[in-house]
């Protein structure tokens, strides 16, 4: 598919996949339209990094996805929508549960009622493996039946079937994307990998973390972003939820010993409790089955871990500037 000149709307363009999904668009010939959350510093998040020259092919628009009528504003003459903007953080959910409602769930109303309205050629929905929960059957299937074990992972289940009935119902051509654990350039220090890379490069010899026993399927960012891609040109798609993750797991104590082969430094482990997730959160397991999207969209992963760790720590080497210190992340 040719995507020049294509009139596309991301929401949530101002953070960590949002923005790399941004860059790729506009380097594909993309008109972008990058919806971003309207705040008085008028930061426009990992936008603000952009070079000029793809900077000033980003048109931005500030609002809030909670807001329907900023949301219909934005999706006037637009052809595609990525919906990414939400409330990520499972910790930060217990505490702040309606936040997550509002912003999860009703901005994704607010979204499928803007695509329907503007009469889009495909919504492309991003779910996260975190509706899986304690998965039964590994690797994990799209027909895996969901056990949300936060109040995020179960706003986002919502937003997805959400999503899925405006299909079914109104013939709103949806498809649903669940990214595993996506890691890269510009993640959230709160993340796991960025978590410990930060320690690493920090002066102390220790890393504290919480538990380092779950496994994870880790997926290096731009294999996500061309996922996403992906998905929105395939017609098979439309309806269907869409797993994209690597279909291996490692652990977070695996994670560790390879970021430190990486830095050429060995570091004391410890466990903090303020770094482990609230009382029956955590997921032990989440490996993606991704059959359906080499059957659906022809997509597969590319970067291996190893390189993509080692990319991930040389951009936050270089970018250190950017993050507090890493204790000052704990959730």
Not at 263 to 269: A, K, L, P, Y
Request: charge should be neutral; charged fraction near 25%.
């Amino acid at each position: 598919m040719d995507w020049s000149g294509k009139k596309v709307l991301v929401t949530g363009a101002g953070g960590f996949i949002g923005s790399h999904l941004v860059e790729h668009l506009v380097a594909l010939g993309a008109r972008v339209r990058a919806f971003l959350r309207y705040n008085s510093r008028n930061s426009y998040g990992w936008i603000d990094t952009f070079p000029d020259e793809i900077r000033g092919t980003v048109e931005v628009f500030v609002g809030d996805i909670r807001d329907a009528e900023k949301v219909r504003e934005a999706s006037e003459g637009i052809e595609y929508i990525f919906h990414l903007a939400a409330l990520i953080a499972v910790p930060y959910s217990y505490s702040a549960v309606e936040s997550y409602i509002d912003t999860n769930i009703r901005g994704t109303l607010h979204v499928l009622t803007a695509a329907r309205a503007a009469g889009v050629c495909r919504v492309i929905h991003t779910s996260t493996s975190e509706v899986y929960g304690a998965a039964r059957n590994f690797p994990i299937r799209e027909d895996e039946l969901p056990r949300p074990q936060s109040p995020y992972a179960a706003s986002k289940l919502a937003a997805d079937m959400l999503a899925l009935s405006f299909h079914w119902s109104y013939d709103l051509p949806v498809a649903v994307i669940r990214p595993f654990n996506t890691y890269g350039s510009r993640q959230s220090a709160r993340a796991i990998i960025p978590t410990i890379i930060l320690q690493c490069l920090e002066s102390g010899n220790e890393i504290a973390l919480g538990a380092t026993h779950p496994t994870r399927d880790f997926l290096y960012v731009p294999d996500a972003v061309k996922g996403f891609i992906r998905i929105a040109e395939s017609e098979s798609a439309k309806g269907e939820i869409v797993n994209i993750g690597t279909g291996t797991e490692i652990s977070v104590r695996d994670v560790v010993d390879r970021l430190q082969k990486l830095c050429g430094r060995q570091f004391r482990i410890t466990q903090s409790a303020e770094r482990f997730r609230p009382e029956q959160s955590e997921v032990e397991r989440l490996c993606a089955d991704i059959r359906r999207a080499h059957e659906l969209i022809a997509w597969q992963p590319e970067v291996e871990l190893d390189e993509g760790l080692r990319r991930t720590l040389e951009w936050f080497r270089d970018h250190r500037n950017y993050y507090k210190a890493s204790r000052d992340y704990v959730i």
